[in-house]
């Protein structure tokens, strides 16, 4: 790996901290307003993408911005890793711009400048949090997107909202000072700087001198920053997503698929793999404790989900079970599972936001949140409900969508670690996913209507709700066919 100093790592930054700036200073001009988020999320996608021949070739980017203490900076960095999720942020804010115009001008909802600020402030965190080279810098763009998607879960600023927004708050913020913080501090006592050892995923932060003289504090420090990190979703720290669903539907798919659960499993990930290092996870024995309560997670979270009839709700158990995919590829400390969980992240990200999607344009069109009441729906809304059945495969892990590609993965690391729990977990969630997901689609196309309903009068959201969501549906089938794209990017960064 060549490591190069560049201050291009901070460009998608500074495209991305000015676009909120501007969404404030247009915001008596809707059509301007709106038209900052796509130029903003355009230009961002291309400068994030002109740094991929030189990732792939093995260049690491890099540029220190403040530099505090020895070993303790702000510093920003562009490898294999970072780069997929820098560019996904970006790349989805640009349909979820598109499906904010829909869903926000049809429903005639109040605070849209606010909404576009908060929500251009939630992407410029997420890149921040891509890009972060060391722990410190992960912390500061990981509260950022806290203390600003807060406004966004309170939106309808009723008894429910801020009641959600609340337990929002209280659990992402009190686990980061808690635990995070603490876990931060512990790291930079013992090994004497928080910079992750870029385009190295085997040795980490932590010297083998420090693995031998303090194995425990060692544990201890993993064990605070898995606990810190609640945007993950690991059980029992997931109650804030479900309650977020409060949000309006747009926000609901920036937490599950682009910043919010996003940036949990990224900076689990870039914990694991960039801060202790496959050595440190198999020494210490932190491998297969993680992995196990990310095994609890999935099948715990796929049962709840079966038990709910509102459609987010569903959603958000779904997402609480999803990201526990994540968790077990890189905690096993496989190449295979790493590779599995990694690809997840991108893969997940396409096809949840079509389902969010999909359940907002439901919601537009129809007023409907009740699984139960879509009988024949999908009769009414065909490309609604056929890019929520191609989604729903992704998730349940069905070939060709991506979903299948990313467990494949999983399921092969599990087997070269010959764990019979977890691959047990792996395909008991399988079971549990079509259990959820297919009773929708096969409501919305195959059952009448309840007597007495009538639904003729119902048809498709605006086109700029569904076009945004049968295009991602239809980029989950791609990058089934393709994995490569982001498998790349995977291989340079752990040398798989």
């Known amino acids: 790996m060549t490591v190069i100093d560049s201050g291009k790592v901070l460009w998608p930054l500074v495209v ?87 869903y926000m001008r049809n429903l005639k909802e109040h605070a849209q400048t606010r909404y576009y600020f908060c929500f251009a402030v939630a992407i410029f965190g997420a890149v921040g949090v891509a890009l972060a080279a060391n722990v410190f810098t992960l912390y500061l763009f990981y509260e950022i997107i806290s203390i600003f998607t807060y406004p966004l879960v309170a939106h309808h600023q009723d008894e429910e909202g801020f009641e959600g927004a609340k337990k929002y708050l209280v659990y992402l913020m009190g686990t980061s000072k808690l635990f995070l913080l603490p876990a931060m501090i512990l790291t930079y006592v013992l090994a004497g700087t928080l910079d992750f050892p870029l385009g190295d995923v085997t040795g980490g932060i932590f010297s083998e001198a420090v693995r031998e003289a303090h194995p425990n504090l060692v544990r201890l420090t993993y064990v605070l920053f898995i606990a810190g990190l609640a945007k993950a979703a690991l059980m029992p720290f997931h109650n804030w997503l479900p309650s977020a669903m409060v949000a309006p539907t747009p926000v609901s798919a920036l937490l599950h698929a682009v910043a919010v659960v996003k940036a949990g499993v990224f900076s689990v990930s870039r914990i694991i793999l960039s801060g202790f290092g496959l050595e440190t996870m198999n020494s210490l024995g932190l491998a297969l404790p993680t992995a196990y309560v990310a095994a609890f997670t999935i099948v715990v979270a796929s049962l709840i989900a079966l038990t709910k009839d509102d459609i987010k709700a569903r959603l958000a158990y779904s997402t609480v079970s999803q990201l526990s995919y994540v968790v077990i590829g890189v905690a096993l400390a496989v190449p295979a599972s790493v590779q599995g969980g990694l690809l997840h992240i991108g893969h997940h990200a396409f096809s949840k936001i079509t389902l969010f999607f999909g359940a907002g344009a439901i919601y537009v069109a129809s007023h409907l949140k009740s699984i139960k009441m879509m009988n024949g729906l999908g009769r009414r809304m065909p490309w609604t409900f056929g890019a929520f059945g191609i989604a729903s495969l992704s998730m349940i892990g069905m070939p060709p969508v991506c979903g299948f590609v990313s467990k494949w993965y999983l399921v092969n690391g599990v087997l070269d670690q010959g764990q019979l729990i977890l691959l047990i977990a792996l395909l008991l969630s399988t079971i549990l996913n079509a259990g959820y997901f297919v009773p929708i689609f096969y409501r919305a196309f195959f059952l009448a209507p309840d007597q007495g309903t009538d639904l003729s009068h119902y048809r498709e959201a605006p086109a700029t709700m569904v076009v945004p969501l049968v295009f991602t549906s239809l980029v989950s089938v791609a990058l089934g066919f393709f994995p490569g794209i982001f498998q790349s990017f995977i291989k340079v960064f752990g040398s798989f």
Request: no cysteine.
């Open 16 to 102: 991305t901290f000015l676009a909120p700036l501007a969404v404030l200073v247009t915001g008596r001009n809707q059509n301007l307003r709106e038209s900052v988020s796509f130029v903003a999320a355009t230009i961002t996608s291309v400068v994030i993408l002109s740094f991929a021949p030189a990732v792939l070739q093995g260049i690491i980017f890099r540029y220190e911005l403040f530099h505090i203490l020895p070993g303790l900076t702000v510093s920003f960095a562009v490898d294999g890793l970072g780069f997929i999720f820098a560019f996904i942020a970006p790349f989805l804010w640009f349909f979820a711009t598109s499906y904010n115009i829909g």
